[in-house]
């Protein structure tokens, strides 16, 4: 089999994202495991997994840092009326920016598999 025959073989075979198998593209049910395998998009950018994911998490990393800008203090002519504790900065802030990190990675996966 010459090389272009094999990768053309590889392009028209994708995996069954369930029991991992290789399966003919263009088919919506795996013949191994009997699992509907949804059909490959021909563009990413139409795909919209992660992308929710993703800006949700940047949006809570975004959130954390202002939460920990003003906690910390460095906005003394902004400061907020009411006084942050520092456990919210010191504690609060830092979990809230790795749910975000770790959201928006997990957008990431799922943008990068889909
Ligand atoms: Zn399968």
């Known amino acids: 089999m ?3 025959a094999l990768g053309n073989q590889i392009m028209q075979k994708r995996q069954c994202a369930f029991c991992g198998k ?3 593209a263009h088919l919506n049910q795996c013949p191994f495991c009997r699992e509907m ?12 997994s992660g992308r929710t994911q993703m800006r949700q998490g940047l949006l809570y990393m975004l959130l954390a840092g202002v939460i920990y800008y003003f906690g910390a203090g460095y906005a003394k002519p902004l ?3 009411v006084a942050v504790q520092p456990a ?10 790795l749910f975000g990190l770790a959201l928006a990675l997990y957008g990431l996966i799922l943008r990068l598999k889909s």
């Open 79 to 81: 400061a907020l009326p």
């Open 88 to 97: 919210v900065t010191n504690y609060l802030a830092p979990l809230l920016f």
């Open 37 to 48: 395998v949804p059909q490959v998009r021909l563009s990413r950018s139409g795909g919209t």
């Open 2 to 4: 010459s090389m272009s």
């Open 22 to 24: 290789r399966i003919d």
